[in-house]
């Protein structure tokens, strides 16, 4: 249980990631670490089932998409790609192993 509260479990598939294990829980989203069907090992921000029919919270979800698709610069993780797989919203991006920032 995080300290948002109970939430459901992900599904065990994303399209073509494996979802694993949570990492983090957030206000709107949680974050998994999943594997791509490649291999690679990935992370997966889903929006929170409590907010997955709410289109502002899709439209967020959407907006933070466009935005970090834009980005390129070493210290910020690669945007991988914006999915839906039934119903379940997600974003798919580089997963950096180390300490959060909250944490430092």
Same mark, same amino acid.
């Given at each position: 249980?995080?300290?948002? #509260?109970?939430? *459901?479990?992900?599904? =065990? @598939?994303?399209?073509?990631? /494996? $979802?694993? +294990?949570?990492?983090?829980?957030? #206000?709107?989203? *949680?974050?998994?670490? =999943? @594997?791509?069907?490649?291999? /690679? $090992?990935? +992370?997966?921000?889903?929006?929170?089932?409590?907010? *997955?029919?709410?289109?502002?919270?899709?439209?967020?979800?959407?907006?933070? +998409?466009?935005?970090?698709?834009?980005?390129?610069?070493?210290?910020?993780?690669?945007?991988?790609?914006?999915?839906?797989?039934?119903?379940?919203?997600?974003?798919?991006?580089?997963?950096?192993?180390?300490?959060?920032?909250?944490?430092?």
């Amino acid at each position: 249980m995080s300290e948002k #509260g109970p939430s *459901a479990p992900p599904p =065990a @598939r994303l399209g073509r990631y /494996e $979802v694993r +294990a949570k990492i983090a829980d957030g #206000g709107m989203a *949680a974050v998994y670490v =999943a @594997r791509r069907d490649d291999g /690679e $090992v990935v +992370a997966i921000k889903m929006i929170r089932e409590e907010f *997955a029919r709410n289109k502002e919270f899709l439209t967020m979800l959407l907006d933070e +998409a466009k935005i970090v698709s834009y980005l390129r610069h070493p210290n910020i993780v690669r945007y991988y790609e914006l999915g839906d797989d039934g119903g379940h919203a997600f974003i798919a991006m580089e997963l950096l192993f180390g300490q959060s920032l909250w944490n430092v």
